[in-house]
């Protein structure tokens, strides 16, 4: 009787750590919901401050989306190559060369373009974005701007929330591009599918809803890592440490909600 | 109630603070109150309530008659915005220069670009010796620099009430008398009320309306010698 007391207890406490723990993921989700409204709302109340912050947008823009492009140009032109040449050893064979472009359409458009640029931005301004604004928290700084009178949700959350926006949609479209030069090189120099085939083959199969799709996805994504950067970077309050423990949690996170939102935006797409 | 730009009632501070028991006190419209014998540990989680930065244990902190715990968020902003706050912990934004840190207020509420900012507070900004430096980010700048910059910013917002702890650089003889110069023109000009705290405030004394002395967490009344003479005049604004 004592022994199954004490399972019993022991399922309790397991139980109620779970319980807790669930919760806890639960609560955070919600507190980065409210975050996505603050942002998404936060540029149209308040006082009249475009020129300022339309100057950290354009920060943000350059940041994001000029500063190192051309690593997103060199492993989309990758992209467009590896898909090029998985396919096209089989489907010449098969005497298939016109479903390169739907290929293309399926794998770079719709589906890998958006994530491709996603990961992108995540690397490269997703950490950046917790790092920064965790270290102004831990230096005082937030308090200052609040002393000031200023919102710093608004003065340093919302330019770089819709500047990770307009820089992913920017970089996905310069994605999809290389990736279709790369696609082109490759299937012209090893399956000698000329420009002109390739071409009519892509646009006969590129259809609205597919560039719909890849843009839908590409402006949740953007917001989804946008606001979760942001969300940890104004999370931050003690210490050193925690921006460390902030800035891997944010990728985590923003990982988490890519992969989940990618999954419900196709499953809709077939359905 | 009206007639107080703030207003500390029965306030008990944060447990950890060095005072011991609830706290009333009130300055009036245009009113200078000094309150000397407080270090850092005293001033600062006072003026954190005052400047409504911290909630108090309990009791009421009321500006200009409003319980600021009551007021949303962007109100609370707005108030803010009356307040001038200027501790040795306040500090500047790193990522941008001095100039931009002092007009980022004016730049965020108005819409208009710094030049235009800076441009009506010139003499505030000679008087504090700012204007060579203002191209400076704040890394670069020494501490007396970096303090006068706290008081440009805190004072380009045009406040209805200051709230201060002289110490550091600007609490030697040197940096009281500027600084007491700059409050008595920026006194004259806008009018505002203020709560200043510090060791020593001895060169505040002329500006000042009333005087207190802590000691063991209790607020003594002092008499401000320059002041016997006062013709009564000078109190008909707090009437």
């Known amino acids: 009787m004592n022994r199954l007391f004490r399972v019993v207890r022991a399922l309790e406490g397991l139980l109620g750590r779970a319980w807790g723990r669930f919760g806890a993921r639960v609560s955070l989700f919600l507190d980065i919901c409210a975050m996505f409204h603050r942002l998404l709302l936060g540029a149209f109340i308040g006082p ?7 100057r950290e947008l354009c920060r943000q823009v350059y940041f994001t989306a000029m500063r190192r492009a051309y690593i997103l140009v060199f492993t989309s032109l990758m992209l467009g190559m590896l898909v090029i040449v998985h396919a096209t050893q089989q489907l010449v064979k098969l005497q298939g060369e016109e479903f390169v472009g739907w290929l293309l359409v399926t794998i770079v458009v719709r589906e890998v373009g958006p994530v491709w640029a996603a990961f992108f931005v995540l690397l490269n301004s997703g950490g950046a974005i917790t790092v920064e604004i965790g270290n102004m928290s831990i230096n005082q700084e937030i308090r200052a701007l609040k002393m000031m009178g200023i919102d710093p949700y608004r003065y340093l959350g919302v330019p770089r929330f819709w500047g990770i926006t307009i820089s992913l949609l920017c970089l996905y479209i310069l994605c999809v591009f290389t990736a279709i030069i790369g696609g082109y090189l490759f299937a012209q120099a090893f399956a000698e599918i000329f420009w002109a085939k390739f071409w009519l083959s892509f646009v006969n199969a590129l ?25 940890f970077g104004f999370s931050c309050r003690v210490n050193v440490d925690e921006v460390a423990r902030n800035t891997s949690q944010a990728a985590i996170w923003s990982l988490v909600l890519i992969g989940a939102t990618d999954i419900i935006l196709t499953a809709a797409y077939y359905l | ?23 009333s006190l009130a300055v009036a419209f245009n009113e200078v109150v000094l309150i000397e014998g407080a270090g850092l ?3 600062l989680p006072l003026l954190d309530v005052a400047a409504t930065l911290a909630s108090p244990a309990s009791g009421h902190v009321r500006h200009w008659g409003r319980d600021a715990a009551l007021r949303r968020r962007e109100k609370l902003y707005r108030l803010r915005r009356r307040i001038a706050y200027i501790s040795p912990r306040q500090v500047l934004l790193h990522l ?42 704040p890394p670069q700048v020494s501490a007396a620099i970096y303090a006068r ?31 007491a110069h700059v409050l008595r ?34 607020l003594r009344k002092q008499t401000i010698l320059e ?3 006062r013709p009564l005049t000078a109190y008909l604004p707090l009437i």
């Open chain 1, 48 to 54: 009249p401050c475009v020129g300022l912050l339309f």
């Open chain 1, 207 to 231: 259809q609205w809803i597919d560039l719909s799709v890849g843009f839908a996805k590409t402006t949740i994504f953007a917001m989804l890592i946008a606001t979760v950067s942001i969300y």
């Open chain 2, 1 to 23: 109630m009206l007639h107080h730009a703030l207003n500390l009632d029965m306030v008990t501070l944060p447990r950890d603070s060095a005072w011991p028991g609830p706290l």
């Open chain 2, 41 to 43: 540990a005293e001033s």
């Open chain 2, 96 to 137: 941008i220069t001095l100039g931009e840190n002092i007009a980022l207020g004016p730049c965020y509420y108005q819409g208009c670009s710094e030049a235009e900012a800076l441009a009506p507070h010139a003499d505030l900004l000679e008087l504090l010796g700012l204007n060579t430096h203002l191209t400076q980010y």
């Open chain 2, 149 to 179: 910059a706290v008081w440009a910013r805190e004072l380009v917002k045009g406040p209805e009430l200051i709230l201060a702890v002289i110490e550091g650089d600007l609490a030697t003889t040197a940096g009281a008398a500027r600084l």
């Open chain 2, 185 to 218: 023109d920026h006194l004259a000009r806008n009018g505002a009320a203020a709560l200043l705290l510090g060791e020593s405030l001895e060169a505040f004394y002329p500006l000042g309306h009333r005087l207190f002395r802590l000691e063991a967490g209790q």
């Open chain 2, 227 to 229: 002041h016997r003479a």
